[in-house]
């Protein structure tokens, strides 16, 4: 039974990948968020047998969930101490950066809240916290829990706004500079974790919770997830240490 273990569970790309594995009753996913609450009123309970319900889990020991807030170091270090032999790892939380003073009520106006003059020390320290250091350190604490001798994934979402070679129109920078850190970070595993495949992967501008509107040219997290599948399952140790679209097509650091 592969194990897979997904963050960002709880909405968004993660939990289309938990609803689409947990599609395979062969796989066991370990599901990790921050909550897995719907609304305020829920108890942890209620809000775990919502989430089994909303991602189809109708067979026994198919699904675990873990709550860890990647700002926390402590959480990280013991939520986990039950986890190993895991196959595959895919990393989708994290944060957009926006500024929260500017009011965002249609899709142009999502620009406006990264320009360089709106731009806060606080809200990209806190984006860096969550999207750099944050991933770095649940990462870190994820290696030793791989199956042993090698051939584990693990893939990390990226995005095309951190990518230096593909930043054409400028704006942005707390968004950005996070991802394009991240980048810098996988890398680093990928050398100095050569059992395990790591790759970064940019599945495309999708409509989630990051941004509280729908952007242009946004696709589902369902179409996105249905395109990363197969990416994922190809990918191999030659493609260890690189970037990705979702279909696979190179992404220039």
């Not at 595993?189 to 919770?209: K, L, N, T």
């Amino acid at each position: 039974m592969p194990n897979i273990l997904i963050t960002g569970a709880g909405s968004g790309l993660g939990k289309a990948f938990v609803t689409a594995y947990l599609k395979d009753p062969d796989n066991f996913v370990l599901a990790v968020d921050r909550r897995f609450l719907s609304s305020p009123a829920q108890d942890d309970l209620e809000a775990a047998d919502v989430y089994r319900k909303n991602v189809g889990n109708d067979k026994p020991n198919t699904l675990r969930m873990y709550t860890v807030d990647v700002r926390d170091e402590t959480q990280i270090s013991t939520q986990f101490e039950d986890v190993k032999d895991v196959d595959l790892v895919i990393h989708s939380a994290g944060v957009r950066g926006l500024e929260h003073s500017v009011s965002i009520m249609r899709s142009s106006d999502v620009a406006k809240a990264e320009t360089m003059d709106a731009v806060t020390a606080e809200t990209m320290t806190d984006t860096f916290h969550i999207n750099t250091v944050g991933t770095f350190l649940l990462l870190r604490s994820l290696i030793p829990k791989l199956r042993p001798g090698g051939g584990s994934k693990i893939i990390v979402m990226g995005s095309r706004m951190g990518s230096m070679g593909s930043n054409t129109t400028g704006g942005g920078y707390t968004y950005r500079a996070s991802k394009a850190a991240l980048n810098a970070i996988v890398k680093s595993f990928s050398i100095d974790s050569p059992e395990a495949v790591f790759a970064i992967v940019h599945p495309g501008r999708v409509e989630s919770g990051l941004v509280a509107v729908k952007e242009d040219g946004a696709i589902s997290a369902e179409e996105s997830v249905g395109d990363l599948l197969g990416l994922i399952w190809r990918l191999g140790k030659e493609d260890s240490g690189k970037f990705f679209d979702r279909f696979g097509e190179k992404v220039p650091w």
